[in-house]
């Protein structure tokens, strides 16, 4: 029934994510998943008295358009768990004010869009190993990284979440490589679950 529960996280994830309510229903929908699903990455212990994620207030400033220019190369991260060793592909790399960022595809069976990054809030006030802007094949679509046409993105950092590995060491988590790495502080999104 693992994997049962584990595509209905994916599905509920997907329309909370796909949805119309603004960042404040967003926040109160993952908060509830988090809360209540089996397969939430808040251990299960925790989860009766899950007082919610903490995020930084909204932050208009942290939402950006960028151009991108196409990029090659592949990357190979050994998860140490049941995953192996994924493959990710560099599709392009988006030129923003804060740094430039590296939009990686999942090379795997139906793929999907990874964008993992680490700014100048992680290791203080955001999780040490950094943050997702979007991970398509967990169903993140569209809030943290959209495609615009002309060769352009719209990236918005309030929408910056933590991987599972951050809430529970049951989880292993592909981290923000080198490239995706900014100095700029990002205070938008979720912050350290643990103080």
Not at 134 to 139: C, F, L
Request: net charge negative; aromatic share 10%.
């Amino acid at each position: 029934m693992d994997d049962l529960e584990l595509a209905d996280w994916r599905e509920r994830v997907a329309r909370l994510y796909l949805s119309d309510v603004d960042l404040t229903g967003f926040r109160a929908g993952r908060d509830e998943l988090f809360a209540t699903h089996p397969q939430s990455p808040i251990p299960a212990a925790d989860r009766a008295d899950f007082p919610g994620v903490r995020y930084f207030p909204a932050n208009p400033d942290a939402v950006v358009e960028a151009p991108l220019r196409s990029a090659r190369g592949e990357l190979r991260v050994d998860t140490g768990g049941p995953d192996g060793v994924v493959a990710y592909r560099r599709v392009a790399v988006a030129e923003t004010p804060w740094g430039p960022l590296t939009l990686w595809w999942i090379e795997a069976y139906g793929g999907g869009l990874f964008v993992p990054l680490r700014d100048g809030t992680c290791g203080q006030e955001t999780y040490g190993g950094g943050r997702y802007l979007t991970d398509t094949v967990k169903g993140t679509f569209g809030r943290g990284v959209e495609l615009l046409p002309g060769d352009r993105v719209r990236l918005d950092a309030n929408y910056l979440y933590n991987p599972s590995c951050a809430y529970d060491d049951r989880w292993a988590c592909p981290l923000a490589p080198p490239e995706n790495r900014v100095d700029v502080p990002l205070r938008a999104g979720e912050m350290a679950y643990h103080d």
